[in-house]
């Protein structure tokens, strides 16, 4: 059994920087308004984020990393809305499953924060002998999770993963488009043991001034900002914001951000759709940058994708793009001009 929630787990995380996606989210949902990460080793040995959201109770601790376990349905039809992305209330479970994660937490009303630790989904003693008992120590407002050790117990997933400074990339390439898109919010990340963070944006900005801040001034001062929604009878169906460059910057690839309904996706079809746009605007091989944020009906994202799967597909995805990429094109033709 405990072969089976390894395999299974080892498809929702993939490798530190979809842990640490997982964390993100969370401290996200949990209204935190600073997030701090520290990495060790690419994030295979230790990686910590710290927030200031609102904290988890005492006694929701002994369930928090059972599989399933969420705070964020309440009833039935919350369900369809919720279970978009097919892996609700299954990333502390899973992570429990291929690392040691122990969680410190205090929520605004608690006297005192508690620590606990978690395998294979359950509570287990910090050391042998000890009680599992969630352990009240001293702590600020909001959560700190730790995991340490990621897939120790799984030596070919491991051995597939040596290269630590490419995970560490992948981990600030992950938290740089969260900044991006949550700029109210305050990031920093840093490797364990170094004095000054190689990734630091302040609070309450803009989504200009954090695109500035994290892929430089050369891409800033070309930025163009396009909103592109759809009214049908005096009702927003579906709504997108963009930032996008109508020059080249001196990167090779296109930097292509998409969130949908906040949450950091994947979609070859819209990229490839966006990449046509820029086709006679831009040379050959040139790299824009694209931010697209795109908010429709939760309940028309496909709730069957298997985790395994990065790409989503939701309802009307042709033509939301098709309509998205039309007014891209006129934008740029305008600036052409
Ligand atoms: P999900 O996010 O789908 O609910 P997770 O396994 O990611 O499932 O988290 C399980 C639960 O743990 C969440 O529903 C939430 O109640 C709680 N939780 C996890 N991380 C945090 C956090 N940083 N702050 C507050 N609560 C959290
Ligand atoms: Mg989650």
Redesign the pocket.
Known sequence: ESLINRIAAGEIIHRPASALK??L???L??G?TTIRVTVKDGGLKFLQ?Q?N????RQS?LPI??ERF?????STFSDLSK?TTYG?????????SHVAHLS?V?KTRTSACAYKVHYSDGKLVPAQRGQSEEPKPCAGND??T?TIENLFFNAPTRLSALRNTSEEYARILDVLTKYAIHNSKVSFTCKKAGSPSPDLSTPSASTTRHAIKMLYGPSIEKDLLQVTVNENKNNEESWSSEVYLTNVNYQGKKMIFLLFINSRLVESSRIKRAIENVYTGVLPKGAAPFVYLSLRIDPQSVDVNVHPTKKEVHFLNEEEITVQICNTLQAKLAEQSQ
């Open positions: 997982e964390l989210e969370n401290s949902d949990a935190a984020i927030d959201g609102c904290g988890i929701d928090l990393a376990t969420t705070s964020k349905l919720l892996f609700r209330g299954e990333a502390l479970a899973s992570i969680v937490t909001g959560t999770i």
